[in-house]
């Protein structure tokens, strides 16, 4: 059986889906378990989307006006 | 079986045939227009990809000149192998390689004091192993579906900002830009397993950080 420290060093493993079907289920079974760790799964989860909100940028418009002035003076039209 | 590995013209990575991310059907049509030269279409695909690469940019460099000028060194680097692209992965992914490819050598050049590892916040477990501190409140659930929250925001920048940097990049080179596993490894020359396991310490510190800031007081 699985201790909470096994349970998250193989949270990544677990998520990318690359464990055993035992090892799978021995994890599957500490979650049933123990409310800590299956809360713990669920924002570990959550945390990678949320950072991809949360880091988001937009390019300022006089940053695209530069790179379309900067791509235009290199591209040249085929004659 | 793994896929037959291809090398990327443009990017000098090699990479599997398949992307891992779907093409639009627009970016596909542009594609084929900008390889028949027609400039507009090329326009067209940098209008819809840019806002994603000067993000990545600024994300690794955390300079706005430096993001600016990767931008345009990335799609000028695209433009310039437009023919050899043959449409294995989506532009949307092939222009992010040549970016984040780009930033990393910036980043190769201007290496700054890092935080320790050990700097590194994660879960305290007692001496059997068990969770110290139980999580207080289960933010995870429909997270997806929530508006983020302005100040939250601004604490998941400071703390990845606090990341030391082979964490920060493979966080944001994994989590945020969608780079694979592989793809990484080729632009950092790290092995898989070392990507891993400091994508999943970076993962830890920064669900620390959310978890810090939904606790009272």
Redesign the interface.
Known sequence: MY????S??L???YLDGEMTPEEARHLKEHFAGC???E??????????????????????QE??A???E???S??K??S | MKPALTRDAATGWVRPPMSDQVDTGDDRRLLARAQD?E?AA??AL?EAH??K???LA??MTRS?AD??EI??DT??SA?QHLKDFRGEAAFGSWVHRIAANHALMRLRHRRVAQAAESELQG?E?TE????AD??LS????N??EKA?DAE??VA??QA?DRLPEGYREV??LK??DGLSYEQISEATGDSIPAI?SR??RA??A??EA??QFYQPG
């Open positions: 201790t909470c420290k096994d998250i060093n949270l990544l493993e409310r800590p760790c809360e713990f799964l669920s924002t570990y989860r959550a945390t990678s989307g949320m950072c991809k909100r949360a880091l988001a940028q937009r390019i300022p940053v695209s530069k790179l379309t900067f791509l235009r290199k591209i039209p085929a | 030269g400039i090329f326009e940098v840019q806002d690469v000067y993000g600024l994300r706005e993001a600016a931008t345009q799609f000028l433009y879960p477990f059997r192993g068990t969770l139980y999580p289960d933010w995870g659930q997270a997806e983020l939250l925001g998941i920048q990845t966080f944001l989590d945020v891993k994508l999943h993962r830890l920064l669900r959310i978890e």
